[in-house]
C-alpha cells in the first residue's frame, strides 16, 4: 500500500544534528498529522494541519518544527533533539468535510527515530 | 485518569476462540470512535468505526455505549492472523477547517494460538 509514504524509514541522529523526515499522501487528502509513539506509550498527537494551515500544536517542544508546503506534503524539522525523543514517528491523513466529523485517517508506515 | 483506557493484555487464546476487548473515555463530548490494529512494527491501520446502534463487519463486532461511555470490540471465531494490538481510538475534535483529534489508548495485544 502506498496510500501515505514517509522517508526515511530509520533514522540515527547526534542530539546537535538537523534532520528532516518527510510524509507524502498519494490519497487526495486535505488534512495530515504527524504522531509521536514511544514505546509502551499510546500514540500522541503532535501537529494537525487542515487545507495547510496549521490548526493544532498539542505542547510539542520547539525543537520539533513542522511544515506543510501543499495538501500532499508534510514535513517535520528536528533539531537539538533528545535521547527521549527517540520513538516512532508517524505520519497520517484524511479527508474532511464541510459540516461532517473528520474523516478516517490513513497512516503512513513511519520513521523510527533514535537519538544518541 | 487517562483520556481512553483500555486493558493492556496481552490476551492468549486458541484458534476459533471467542475474545471481547473493553475500553472507556472520559471526554463525554468525544464525536466519533474507531478500532485501529497494529501489526508487530507497522502502522496503525483501521478496523472499523463504531456506531451507537452497533455494526458488525464479518467475525468483528464493536458496540458504543455514549451514556455508559465504552466501546467494546468482539471477535468471534479467531485466527492466528488476528495475532496483533488492538487500539481503541477516539475522535475529539472533529469539524471541517480543524482535523481531526485522534486519542488512542494504550492498546490490547491480542495473541492467538494454535
Known amino acids: 500500500e502506498t496510500g501515505v509514504t514517509q522517508t526515511p524509514r530509520h533514522l540515527v541522529m547526534g542530539m546537535t544534528n538537523k534532520k528532516s523526515l518527510k510524509c507524502e499522501q498519494h490519497?487526495?487528502?486535505?488534512?495530515m498529522y504527524w504522531y509521536k509513539q514511544s514505546a509502551k506509550k499510546p500514540l500522541e498527537l503532535m501537529f494537525v494541519?487542515?487545507?495547510?494551515?496549521?490548526?493544532e500544536n498539542n505542547s510539542v517542544p520547539s525543537r520539533f518544527s513542522p511544515e506543510c508546503p501543499n495538501s500532499s506534503h508534510l514535513f517535520l524539522h528536528l533539531h537539538t533533539l533528545q535521547p527521549e525523543d527517540s520513538a516512532l514517528y508517524l505520519c497520517?491523513?484524511?479527508?474532511?468535510?464541510?459540516?461532517?466529523?473528520?474523516?478516517?485517517?490513513?497512516f503512513g508506515p513511519g520513521t523510527r527515530l533514535t537519538v544518541l | 485518569r487517562k483520556e481512553v483506557e483500555q486493558d493492556p493484555g496481552p490476551f492468549n487464546v486458541p484458534e476459533g476462540a471467542t475474545v471481547a476487548f473493553n475500553c472507556t473515555y472520559s471526554?463525554?463530548?468525544?464525536?466519533?470512535f474507531f478500532w485501529y490494529r497494529q501489526d508487530c512494527r507497522k502502522e496503525p491501520k483501521l478496523l472499523m468505526s463504531?456506531?451507537?446502534s452497533g455494526n458488525e463487519d464479518g467475525r468483528f463486532t464493536a458496540q458504543l455505549n455514549r451514556a455508559s461511555q465504552y466501546i467494546s470490540l468482539l471477535i468471534r471465531d479467531s485466527k492466528l492472523s488476528d495475532s496483533a494490538t488492538y487500539l481503541c481510538?477516539?475522535?475529539?475534535?472533529?469539524?471541517?477547517?480543524?482535523?481531526?483529534?485522534?486519542?488512542f489508548g494504550q492498546g490490547t495485544e491480542l495473541s492467538v494460538k494454535p
Open positions: 471526554n463525554s463530548a468525544s464525536q466519533s
Open positions: 497520517a491523513s484524511s479527508q474532511d468535510h464541510p459540516g461532517r466529523v473528520s474523516g478516517t485517517q490513513y
Open positions: 490519497l487526495g487528502h486535505n488534512a
Open positions: 481510538v477516539v475522535n475529539k475534535g472533529a469539524f471541517y477547517n480543524q482535523g481531526g483529534k485522534l486519542i
Open positions: 463504531v456506531y451507537s
Open positions: 494541519y487542515s487545507l495547510e494551515e496549521r490548526v
